[in-house]
């Protein structure tokens, strides 16, 4: 796919689903409170901290989806209360593995911004889901069934409400976290992490402060979060809004700062973590994902001749990369939990 197309694309799915939105949506800036931003003051491990014990989580209903698995929603509490309590009873949706034989393990899908369903991320996993292994889909807050009521989704999730922004990114690193807790305790299996677009940054920012994980795939993500607000047709608005206020692109760059997960070095090895990079996306853009890749130990990275949004032009590739990289990940943990075993024996 050409530059030029790939631009089209974009620029058409933008300008008719994402600009459309903030048109008719007020200002959302309101001032910030310096004390929220001294990042010095307020290291990741404690920023995304979350209990010891998992939540307690809650399954709707199974509904037999082929014969060897069934899929539920789930909701359970987050970690992290918000003033919007539909926001706070985290919600997802499970494909997992029934019978006598145990999955090998979990993959936690992660969506991205302005995002309505799961549908598209299940392109990326329906492979996996068919070999047996557990998907768990997540909602970011304030996306899908966590906006509250007259918001559309993801309104309050990343806005020119800087302060907001923040705290909703960190629910949603503390509910990821929060789940991989519940698996890793519950079903005792590896869990591997997913995220497309924010999800993507959610997820990298996971990787920061948990070492649990046995891999982390990050599917048009990058550095700096900041960047995507001053990049791409769908942030216009916000950029307005925040300029207005005498917010630039440099000012947003120090505000979020901690939660910008090329400031940081993830606890996973670089041979652990895969990334997938859009050649001529205008959001996150090449630079961006560019200096992740650098700051994080130049993990293996795929770059596509698409944009943002049509990455889903490539689906089926993208499908299969991450199926390989799941089960290369999964055979690493077999086989070091083998060595383990191994090791306990001869002594």
């Known amino acids: 796919m050409n530059k030029f197309f790939s631009h089209f694309i974009d620029n058409a799915i933008e300008f008719t689903i994402g600009r459309y939105k903030h048109w008719y949506t007020p200002t959302q800036f309101v001032p910030i409170d310096p004390e929220a931003v001294i990042w010095d003051k307020q290291p990741p491990e404690e920023f995304f901290a979350i209990p010891a014990n998992p939540p307690e989580i809650k399954f709707d209903p199974s509904f037999t989806f082929h014969r060897n698995r069934q899929r539920a929603y789930f909701t359970f509490q987050s970690a992290y209360e918000s003033p919007h309590p539909v926001n706070n009873a985290v919600w997802g949706l499970s494909d997992q593995r029934t019978g006598q034989e145990k999955s090998r393990g ?6 991205g911004y302005m995002m309505q369903s799961f549908a598209p991320l299940r ?3 329906e ?14 807050p ?27 990114f960190r629910q949603g690193v503390m509910d990821v976290r929060s789940l991989v807790r519940w698996i890793q305790r519950e079903k005792n299996q590896p869990v591997i992490l ?11 920012m996971a990787s920061v402060v948990d070492e649990r994980p046995a891999g982390l795939i990050s599917l048009l993500g990058g550095a700096d979060l900041s960047g995507i607000v001053f990049a791409g047709n769908s942030f216009y608005l916000i950029r307005q809004g925040l300029r207005r206020n005498g917010v630039h692109a440099d000012d947003l760059k120090r505000y979020w700062a901690g939660i910008s997960p090329g400031n940081f070095r993830p606890r996973l090895a670089p041979e652990n973590i895969m990334m997938v990079a859009g050649l001529h996306d205008p959001i996150i853009t090449p630079r961006n994902a560019t200096n992740l890749w650098r700051a994080w130990g130049e ?24 199926h390989e990289f799941v089960n ?20």
Request: charged share 10%; proline share 3%.
């Open 299 to 322: 993990p293996d990275i795929t770059w596509l001749p698409c944009g943002h949004a049509s990455l889903s032009l490539y689906a089926n590739r993208v499908g299969g990369l991450v």
């Open 142 to 168: 304030y996306h899908m069934k966590r906006a509250p009521l007259g918001t559309w989704s993801g309104q309050y999730g990343l806005s020119s409400n800087v302060v907001r922004s923040i705290n909703a």
């Open 127 to 140: 492979s996996l889901a068919r070999q047996g292994i557990d998907i768990y889909y997540l909602a970011l």
């Open 106 to 111: 979990a993959l936690v899908l992660v969506h």
């Open 194 to 204: 997913a995220g497309l677009s924010l999800g993507a940054f959610t997820c990298c």
């Open 328 to 347: 290369q990940q999964l055979d690493k943990s077999e086989n070091k939990e083998s060595a383990g075993m191994v090791e306990a024996v001869s002594a």
């Open 123 to 125: 392109l990326f996993a």
